[in-house]
């Protein structure tokens, strides 16, 4: 059974950075991509940056330039490095892992930026 686990969020400051990591496992066989995602409150969900088995990543428009995705060498990692952090940034990060046609999410990490 896959599992799809986040870890690093937390409260910073307007301006500060902070990160996150994602690790599934359980896994046989190998994961076509890793993405994040995040839904503030009254929200709906919306994708954040994409990193896919060969390195290639994709990110939203609003976070072009302040946040970084990349992953393990093993691959089943993944993080977030976000920058210039805003207050309307404040929301639930989740991690998803494309595995062999089927999405794997985890339960979210919360990360509230104050200004």
């Known amino acids: 059974q896959v599992q799809v686990v986040e870890s690093g969020g937390g409260l910073v400051q307007a301006g500060g950075s902070l990160g996150l990591s994602c690790t599934a496992s359980?896994?046989?066989?190998?994961?076509?991509?890793m993405s994040w995602h995040r839904q503030a409150p009254g929200e709906q969900r919306e994708l954040v940056a994409t990193i896919t088995n060969s390195g290639v990543t994709d990110y939203a428009d609003f976070v072009q330039g302040r946040f970084t995705i990349s992953r393990s060498n093993a691959g089943n990692t993944v993080y977030l490095q976000m920058n210039s952090l805003k207050p309307e940034d404040t929301a639930v990060y989740y991690c998803?892992?494309?595995?062999?046609?089927?999405?794997?999410w985890g339960k979210g990490t919360l990360v509230t930026v104050s200004s």
């Open positions: 998803k892992a494309q595995i062999a046609g089927m999405d794997y």
């Open positions: 359980g896994i046989i066989f190998g994961i076509n991509a």
